[in-house]
């Protein structure tokens, strides 16, 4: 599975944006698909992952302000960013696992395959 991430870019406080994932294969809509984030000096950490069920799992800190989602006819999940703030400022990598367990739904060593990162950055 290759996965190609695209849509950062340089936001304003407040502003919005929305990332893209789209992977290759063919059984992408039984996959567990995840965004992640990564700030200079700092772990990567999860951000927002979609079951094959639909199923949705947010970090505290993006809960109600970003959305994921995912559309299995184009191979492709999103990450809607909203309200965005300085702190959101990353590098953000989307993840995707075949047989990841609901225990590791948040474990960036869970996933197996891994996209090329996105940088985000929000600044006046």
């Known amino acids: 599975v290759q996965l190609q991430a695209s849509g950062g870019g340089l936001v304003q406080p407040g502003g919005s944006l929305r990332l893209s994932c789209t992977a290759s294969g063919r059984t992408f809509s039984s996959y567990v698909m995840g965004w992640f984030r990564q700030a200079p000096g700092k772990e990567r950490e999860f951000v927002a992952a979609?079951?094959?069920?639909?199923?949705?799992y947010y970090a505290e800190s993006v809960k109600g302000r970003f959305t994921i989602s995912r559309d299995n006819a184009k191979n492709t999940v999103y990450l809607q960013m909203n309200s965005l703030k300085s702190e959101d400022t990353a590098v953000y990598y989307c993840?995707?696992?075949?047989?990841?367990?609901?225990?590791?739904?948040?474990?960036?060593?869970?996933?197996?395959?891994w996209g090329q990162g996105t940088q985000v950055t929000v600044s006046s």
């Open positions: 979609i079951r094959w069920n639909g199923y949705t």
């Open positions: 993840a995707a696992d075949p047989n990841l367990i609901l225990s590791q739904t948040k474990d960036p060593y869970g996933y197996d395959y």
